[in-house]
């Protein structure tokens, strides 16, 4: 089990980021939030499998149609044993 949390600079509010990486997450069974930041970012976190997390956060170098990632920040955490994968509160 790893935990990543991860903040998605760029083109990533407004063009269904979140709502896209709740059907991925979700799909590859990663628990953990996705949510936007006042800043203008994506910001997520990821926990699960190594192999799903880590494909996860490489679909965050790309994101959905319409999105324009310029920059994926990645810091490794100690898993909190999260269930399920939501949309968070804007921070």
């Not at 760029?10 to 953990?32: E, K, M, N, P």
């Not at 976190?45 to 799903?52: D, L, P, Q, T």
């Not at 490489?58 to 310029?70: F, S």
Request: charged letters at 25%; one cysteine or more; a negative charge.
């Amino acid at each position: 089990m790893v935990r990543r949390r991860v903040v998605v600079r760029g083109i990533v509010q407004g063009v269904g980021f979140r709502f896209a990486l709740v059907r991925v997450a979700r799909s590859r069974g990663v628990s953990g939030w996705v949510g936007n930041r006042a800043d203008g970012a994506v910001e997520a976190v990821f926990e699960g499998e190594e192999e799903a997390v880590a494909s996860t956060v490489a679909w965050c170098g790309t994101g959905p149609p319409g999105a324009v990632v310029d920059d994926v920040e990645v810091r490794d955490e100690p898993p909190e044993g999260l269930r399920g994968f939501d949309v968070a509160t804007p921070t």
